[in-house]
């Protein structure tokens, strides 16, 4: 599967972005899919993920509240709404896909190629 996620942006704090990520391919839906971001500096931070069918959903606790994760299996597609950003929050967002569940980066076997947010304060 290959995907490809867009939607990232300049936004001032307090502000919102919903990201989307599309997968090319078969199989979308036998996916778990995860976001994640990496921070100048920082190694990959998981921050959502949600499983193929039935769509349960786990967060970085950090991150609960504020973002949420939602798939459109029809339209192949995974989103990350995300609500009163901070400049905390300014990263390169990468969505995820494997056929497994983790909330490790090391274990997702496809990636999108990464949208940068931007949050100023």
């Known amino acids: 599967v290959q995907l490809q996620a867009c939607g990232g942006g300049l936004v001032q704090a307090g502000g919102c972005l919903r990201l989307s990520c599309v997968a090319s391919g078969d199989g979308f839906s036998n996916y778990n899919m995860g976001w994640f971001r990496q921070a100048p500096g920082k190694e990959y931070e998981f921050l959502a993920l949600?499983?193929?069918?039935?769509?349960?959903?786990h967060y970085k606790d950090s991150v609960g509240g504020r973002f949420t994760i939602s798939r459109d299996n029809a339209k192949n597609t995974v989103y990350l709404q995300m609500n009163n950003l901070k400049p905390e929050d300014t990263a390169v967002y990468y969505c995820?896909?494997?056929?497994?569940?983790?909330?490790?980066?090391?274990?997702?076997?496809?990636w999108g190629q990464g949208t940068l947010v931007t949050v100023s304060s």
């Open positions: 995820a896909a494997d056929l497994g569940v983790s909330t490790e980066w090391l274990a997702y076997d496809y």
């Open positions: 949600i499983i193929t069918h039935g769509g349960s959903t």
